[in-house]
């Protein structure tokens, strides 16, 4: 099958600066792919040069398995949505998502047709006549993408739409553009520096840190098996040390914390040695806390400590924990009911882990 969008060697240099480096990767048809890196990683200038705003230095860019280099924005088969709508405000709703037919040429009766089958598809039939700045922001995020839609865009790009959102309003446009995507059924390339927005929508994303793609895969690839540090560093929230190799046994690696701890992961990228620098991730939830340390004998890591804190966050609390020999303060998830649900600061308790759990990479890449 034949992809939407592919990218081949996609280079962009800016003088002596490299801000996309030989990126490749492929779109398949009525996907969501999201782009996911900080800020200055480059994958904004991979959307400008899709839609035409950039030229490669080198590399290709093909849609629909046609190369649309040297293809002027108003001639490619794409549209993009921006952080800041740029909606009309003298036009009403109707006329906002009518524009771009308009201006192709299409009958009148042609693009009211378009526009009403429009509404009813982002679900606001009937508010055509409404001038913008009556609309909610929910409304508004959704309006801007008909505009796009009605044009028929063989991909639609999205260039961080949510940004500007107030944080409840962000949680539930999440859930509406993923459906708005299979209601058009249209390859949707979306990025983003909000892990929780990639991890929530996607089919597949690419993590990229100064100009390259650390990883590509689904967001559960990407959680629970991530194939450098950055993209373990990047992606979720974990317990993070640093330290020396001092064993490797079985495809596992023992590592000394800078603070003494004792840990044992599974290790990833490329191979390490007794002695070599290396880091070390665990996820707040991957951690068992018990109030008896022979809860915890099936266990590679076990600690005992002290709480230190305790981070209420809705359904699930956030505990820190203090180990008794001085090593880091170490974060676990705690649900709101349960044995623990009464825990307090300067309780004793005792944290575990399994080694399938922790992921070793060589030190550096964060």
Not at 103 to 109: F, H, I, M, Q
Not at 119 to 129: A, D, F, H, S
Not at 323 to 339: D, T
Request: glycine fraction near 10%.
């Amino acid at each position: 099958m034949t992809p939407d969008l592919h990218c081949s060697a996609l280079t962009k240099r800016f003088g002596d600066t490299t801000a996309v480096d030989n990126v490749s990767f492929s779109v398949p048809p009525g996907s969501f792919f999201s782009i996911l890196g900080p800020s200055g990683c480059g994958k904004t200038t991979i959307m400008r040069m899709i839609a035409g705003f950039l030229e490669p230095s080198d590399g290709d860019i093909q849609i629909k398995g046609k190369s649309v280099l040297n293809v002027p924005p108003n001639k490619r088969p794409v549209n993009m949505v921006f952080q800041h709508l740029a909606l009309f405000p003298m036009m009403n709703i109707e006329e906002n998502i009518g524009y771009g037919l308009r201006r192709a040429g299409l009958p009148k009766g042609e693009i009211t047709t378009k526009v009403g089958e429009a509404l009813e598809r982002i679900g606001l039939p009937g508010i055509g006549k409404r001038k913008v700045d009556e609309l909610s922001g929910g409304q508004k995020q959704r309006v801007a993408i008909a505009r796009c839609m009605v044009l028929e865009p063989d991909v639609l790009l999205l260039d961080e739409p949510l940004g500007a959102l107030d944080l409840k309003l962000r949680e539930r446009m999440k859930v509406e553009l993923k459906s708005l995507q299979a209601a058009f059924d249209t390859t949707f390339v979306y990025i983003t520096h909000d892990q929780s927005e990639a991890l929530v929508m996607s089919d597949n994303i690419a993590v990229m840190n100064e100009g390259r793609f650390e990883q590509m895969g689904s967001a559960r690839d990407l959680y629970y098996r991530p194939d450098t540090a950055f993209v373990a560093g990047f992606v979720g929230d974990s317990n993070r040390w640093q330290g020396r190799v001092t064993r490797i046994e079985g495809g596992h690696v023992e590592v000394q914390s800078e603070t003494g701890l004792t840990l044992r992961g599974a290790s990833h990228g490329r191979a390490l040695q007794a002695g070599d620098m290396a880091q070390a991730f665990v996820r707040p939830e991957a951690i068992r806390i018990a109030h008896g340390a022979d809860e915890l004998a099936s266990f590679d890591t076990t600690i005992t400590g002290q709480v230190t804190s305790l981070l209420f966050n809705g359904a699930a609390s956030r505990v820190l924990v203090q180990g008794e020999a001085g090593h880091e303060a170490i974060e676990v998830n705690l649900p709101q009911s349960g044995e623990f649900a009464n825990l307090a600061k300067g309780d004793t308790v005792h944290i575990g882990w399994s080694s399938d759990q922790a992921n070793v990479f060589a030190a550096g890449g964060l």
